[in-house]
């Protein structure tokens, strides 16, 4: 089970960081991903990120350079850091697990190639 948190509302150029805790299984060997959904829009992929060799590949370029994906293995939690935020990155924001952890960087890019999904975090930037 995955469960977001950290969401909320804050004004554009801010700063919010999503946890991500995956409880009963560690995130070691999976690809985690982070994906969002604005009010009327499909959902889309933000950024994935392999555990086993913490390797963050973008999905979406608008964040490049302004979000970042982090992990703790101890608290079996990743986490995303998401700074300079501007009102186009409001949204519902998901994590996604892949069990097939070498399946991630490019070859991750849809939400078919991942496995368990949390229900969502509310990001707000105004």
């Known amino acids: 089970q995955l469960v977001e948190s950290g969401g909320g509302s804050v004004q554009a150029g801010g700063s919010l960081t999503l946890s991500c805790a995956f409880s009963?299984?560690?995130?070691?060997?999976?690809?985690m991903a982070w994906f969002r959904q604005a009010t009327g829009n499909r959902r889309e992929g933000v950024a994935n990120?392999?555990?086993?060799?913490?390797?963050?590949?973008y999905l979406d370029d608008s964040v490049r350079g302004r979000f970042t994906i982090s992990q703790d293995n101890d608290k079996n939690t990743v986490y995303l850091q998401m700074n300079n935020l501007k009102p186009e990155d409001s949204g519902l924001y998901y994590c996604?697990?892949?069990?097939?952890?070498?399946?991630?960087?490019?070859?991750?890019?849809?939400?078919?190639?991942?496995?368990?999904w949390g229900r969502g975090t509310q990001v707000t930037v105004s």
């Open positions: 009963g299984n560690s995130v070691g060997s999976y690809c």
């Open positions: 990120f392999y555990t086993d060799y913490e390797s963050l590949y």
């Open positions: 996604a697990a892949g069990r097939r952890g070498g399946y991630c960087g490019h070859r991750a890019t849809t939400e078919t190639a991942f496995d368990y």
